[in-house]
């Protein structure tokens, strides 16, 4: 059995029903315990979404690079660009580069997105 597009996540739009864990298991052995394994991925959304949640006061770029995470702003006309001179690339529109141009910038490892 494969994990992945036409294993066990192909197609269940999130309902990782009990015969899905059955294949699971059979997948991976006597060692596979769901219980265990739910209990560490609930546990690590926990600590990732500490991780994420920014100190108070703290909004975009800022949040972002207090985060560990890349951030690319799309300011409005109406805020103040200043505020935006930390992220990583700053866009006049979101329409100016497609997400998987940005990606693809991402995934080459650029230093820096400007």
């Not at 991976?28 to 609930?42: I, K």
């Not at 800022?62 to 001179?85: E, M, S």
Request: with cysteine.
């Amino acid at each position: 059995m494969t994990l992945g597009p036409t294993g066990f996540f192909a197609d269940h739009g999130g309902d990782a029903n009990d015969a899905r864990y059955v294949a699971l298991a059979a997948a991976v052995g006597p060692a596979y315990d769901r219980t265990s394994s739910h209990t560490l991925r609930m546990a690590y959304r926990a600590e990732l979404n500490a991780a994420l949640t920014p100190a108070p006061g703290m909004h975009g770029v800022a949040a972002a690079q207090a985060a560990g995470l890349r951030c690319v702003a799309v300011p409005n006309r109406h805020t103040d660009h200043a505020r935006f001179t930390a992220a990583d690339l700053v866009l006049p529109s979101a329409a100016d580069l497609p997400l998987d141009a940005l990606l693809a910038r991402l995934a080459l490892g650029a230093g820096s997105l400007r």
